[in-house]
């Protein structure tokens, strides 16, 4: 079965540093990736996903996640965050070959807090 | 832009009562899927349907029924509300085109059980 690990529940950073938050899954299949992002009293937005070719993905706002299969790893990163990137983040993943019609699996999320 | 639709942002009710949440999505997607957001536990899938009057069960369909009579609506019931059912409710649709799994979420009803 799939699972996806966020190994932060909470990132406090400052305006401007540079941040990460980290996500692991496990799945004996090959798949697709997904970051999410949930601003206050809102539904989740995609971010960016990872479906094949390059690792690196990039989102229009400046983050970028890279996949790393022999981690199993797809953790973001942006190198400056800005005040209106306070968010909740969730890492999902789905089974690349079709299973359960397109379920994705989520993480726990990780809360980005930037400070000014 | 995919539109997914919840009919209400905020709703407060008493244990005991029947509750209907409902969603629409105006992108003709063939899944959609209802979840349930805590703190600390991220989403859990409570039902999820693939085609009009057909439901599967997700990893907590207890205490929850669902109802998909045409394609772009999809309604979670609470037979007899619990404060335990207190929570957000979040719905999301994909389509089994190519689309690579992506799910377009709602709002989200933040739903109140005293």
């Known amino acids: 079965a799939q699972s996806v690990t966020q190994l932060d529940s909470q990132v406090p950073v400052f305006e401007e540093a540079p941040v990460e938050l980290r996500c692991n899954y496990s799945?004996?299949?090959?798949?697709?990736l997904f970051w999410y992002v949930q601003y206050p009293n809102q539904g989740l937005q995609l971010l960016l996903k990872?479906?094949?070719?390059?690792?690196l993905v990039e989102s229009i706002n400046g983050f970028e996640a890279e996949f790393n299969k022999s981690q199993t790893s797809f953790h973001l990163r942006k190198p400056s965050v800005h005040i209106s990137d306070t968010a909740e983040y969730f890492c999902?993943?789905?089974?690349?070959?079709?299973?359960?019609?397109?379920?994705?699996?989520f993480g726990k999320g990780t809360k980005l807090s930037v400070k000014p | 832009d995919v539109k997914v639709t919840q009919s209400s942002r905020y709703l407060v009710k008493r244990t005991g009562e029947k509750v209907f949440l409902e969603c629409v999505q105006d992108?003709?997607?063939?899944?959609m899927f209802w979840y349930r957001q805590d703190p600390g536990l991220g989403l859990r899938l409570i039902y999820f349907?693939?085609?009009?009057?057909?439901?599967e069960k997700g990893d907590i369909p207890e205490g929850y029924s669902v109802s998909r009579e045409k394609k772009e609506r999809f309604s979670l019931i609470l037979e007899s509300a619990s404060t335990n059912q207190t929570s957000m409710y979040l719905c999301a649709s994909s389509s089994t085109g190519f689309s690579y799994n992506e799910q377009f979420f709602g709002p989200g009803t933040r739903l109140t059980v005293l």
């Open positions: 999902a993943v789905s089974d690349r070959y079709g299973g359960s019609q397109g379920n994705l699996i």
């Open positions: 349907s693939y085609d009009v009057k057909m439901k």
């Open positions: 992108m003709d997607h063939e899944n």
């Open positions: 799945s004996s299949v090959s798949v697709y």
């Open positions: 990872y479906l094949s070719g390059s690792t």
